[in-house]
């Protein structure tokens, strides 16, 4: 995998990292020191210790969580494996029509498009999400860290359909606009139960130059 | 807890802090996954350790001067012969 094209979070929060390193660095350089000194244990070394246990730490931990959550939302940290790179490509083509394009082309979604579509729903969706995304760690250095990207792109696939309330969440179907198109109109039902994709090939999709279709489950099979 | 015992538990856990850190700062600097599943998850894990065996020691450290009362455990250990007047 290079990263030769990946940009670091230090680059993306330069506030943020600014604050979390000196924070780092000034707790180390306590700990460092009482563990070289071995000072007395006096009152005056508990609230130091106090400061490189807590408050330091915590203040690097809380602006470090606060920059990593939001640098790992962007589509260049997805293009720091390899094998996402024909994706994040094509959505920042500017030329491209496809779903992921377009929308990286809104402002609403920007660089964060990828995160904007595949991330879970609810209260917790940013820790589903973050949680899933440590599994798609866990697949990359496991199975797809020496597979070459062109051969990658037609072996992996999305663990289940994409759900349409990714779209519904921004493309109300209660609207009377919705409602106007004939399509629509007839798969009203299918569409908001997730029987029929919004991305299928028929419809709005491909979301992707490579996305694959998912066929039919058991539930898609009820009238 | 003695203080010689106390001295060692925050030497260990400065070096659970110190090891935490490092890995946080990493994840800053380097722009691979590994590095920000490493700093997130393995750094802040390490240092949540760390904080919890310092907030330890310094209970312990408390007890032991007197200044928050004794354990359950302790005031049973204690005989009625042992007892401060």
């Not at chain 1, 070394?45 to 400061?51: E, K, Q």
């Not at chain 1, 470090?64 to 920042?92: I, L, Q, W």
């Not at chain 2, 997130?40 to 928050?68: E, H, K, P, S, Y």
């Amino acid at each position: 995998m290079s990263a030769k094209n990946a940009t670091s979070i230090v680059d993306m929060h330069p506030l943020m990292t600014a604050v979390a390193l000196v924070c780092a660095a000034i707790a180390v350089a306590t700990l460092a020191w009482f563990l070289l000194w071995r000072p007395h244990l006096s009152g005056e070394l508990r609230v130091i210790l106090l400061l490189a246990f807590a408050v330091f730490p915590i203040g690097a931990t809380l602006t470090g969580n606060v920059a990593g959550m939001e640098h790992t939302k962007h589509r260049e940290f997805c293009a720091s494996c390899h094998v996402m790179t024909p994706y994040t490509s094509d959505s920042s083509d500017p030329t491209s029509i496809t779903l992921a394009a377009k929308h990286a082309r809104n402002e609403s979604f920007g660089k964060k498009n990828c995160y904007e579509c595949h991330r879970d729903y609810g209260m917790f969706s940013t820790m589903v999400t973050k949680w899933g995304g440590m599994g798609h760690v866990w697949e990359y250095y496991t199975k797809f860290s020496d597979v070459p990207a062109d051969r990658a792109v037609k072996e992996f696939d999305l663990y289940e359909p994409f759900r349409n309330a990714s779209c519904i969440r921004c493309h109300s179907t209660e609207i009377t606009d919705w409602a106007e198109v004939a399509d629509h109109r007839a798969a009203a039902k299918l569409i908001r139960r997730g029987s029929v994709s919004c991305v299928s090939r028929g419809c709005h999709g491909p979301a992707h130059p490579f996305s694959k279709s998912k066929r039919a489950g058991p539930r898609e099979n009820q009238p | 807890m003695t203080r010689s015992k106390l001295y060692r538990v925050l030497r260990g856990a400065a070096y659970i802090e110190i090891v935490s850190l490092v890995c946080i700062a990493w994840s800053f600097l380097d722009p691979h996954p590994i590095a920000v599943v490493v700093g997130m998850v393995i750094g802040q894990g390490l240092g949540a350790a760390g904080i919890l065996i310092f907030a330890i020691a310094v209970i312990a450290d408390l007890r032991r001067t007197r200044l928050l009362p004794p354990s359950h455990q302790e005031r049973e250990d204690v005989g009625p012969g042992d007892r401060d007047t």
